[in-house]
C-alpha cells in the first residue's frame, strides 16, 4: 500500500464532506439504486428516492484481485490504494481550473463493472503502443485525468492521444483537488 495515498485519499474526503455539511448542514445526497445499492448508503431513501452517503472504510481492503484479472493488470501500489480502501460514490471536484468527477467505486458491483471498462481503456492504449493508465477522474468535455501504471505520473487524456502530465503522482493530485459541494 502506498502510505501517502491512503493519507492524501482520507484528507480528500474529509474535505469533501466539510465542505458538504457547510452547505447543507448533512452528509451528500445520491439517487438511490434499488438494483445495486451501496454500502455507502445511510438509511433509507426518501421519497423521491434519494438517500444520504458517506465514503465507508472497507474492512478488510479489497485485495481487487477480480478486477486486476478481469482488466488484465497488476495495479500499482498507489492505484491499489486507491481502489481499495474506500468504498465512495463518484462527487465533483477541481484541479487546476478544471472541473471534474472524481471517481470512485460504490460497492461490489461497481468494483466487477470497473474491471470491464479499465480493461477496455488498456486495451485501447496497448493498441497504440503506449504504457498502462488507470482513470481516476473525467472531466465534463470528455477528457479524463489517468495514473500511469509504473511511473505514477498523472496524466490528463482524451481518447484519442495523451495531452500531458499534471501531477507527479496521485498523492500530490489528491492534496491540490478541491472537493466541490453541490
Not at 115 to 137: C, F, I, M, N
Not at 142 to 158: C, K, M, P, Y
Amino acid at each position: 500500500m502506498s502510505e501517502a495515498v491512503l493519507l492524501a485519499h482520507a484528507r480528500l474526503l474529509e474535505r469533501y464532506l466539510s465542505a458538504v455539511r457547510e452547505v447543507s448542514g448533512d452528509l451528500p445526497m445520491t439517487e438511490h439504486d434499488p438494483i445495486a445499492a451501496s454500502p455507502c448508503e445511510v438509511g433509507a431513501p426518501d421519497a423521491d428516492g434519494h438517500v444520504l452517503w458517506r465514503p465507508l472504510r472497507r474492512a478488510p481492503p479489497s485485495d481487487l484481485a477480480s478486477l486486476q484479472h478481469e482488466a488484465g493488470i497488476t495495479l500499482s501500489s498507489a492505484l491499489h490504494s486507491w481502489l481499495s480502501i474506500w468504498w465512495c460514490l463518484p462527487f465533483e471536484a477541481t484541479f487546476a481550473g478544471e472541473s471534474m468527477v472524481l471517481l470512485g467505486l460504490a460497492g461490489p458491483a461497481e468494483e466487477k463493472a470497473f474491471g470491464a471498462q479499465l480493461r477496455a481503456h488498456l486495451s485501447v492504449r496497448r493498441q497504440r503502443g503506449e504504457t498502462d493508465t488507470v482513470p481516476v477522474a473525467a472531466l465534463f468535455d470528455g477528457r479524463f485525468l489517468t495514473v500511469d501504471n509504473v511511473s505514477g505520473r498523472v496524466f490528463l487524456e482524451s481518447s484519442e492521444r495523451l495531452l500531458g502530465v499534471v501531477s507527479p503522482s496521485l498523492a500530490a493530485l489528491l492534496e491540490k483537488v478541491v472537493p466541490l459541494a453541490l
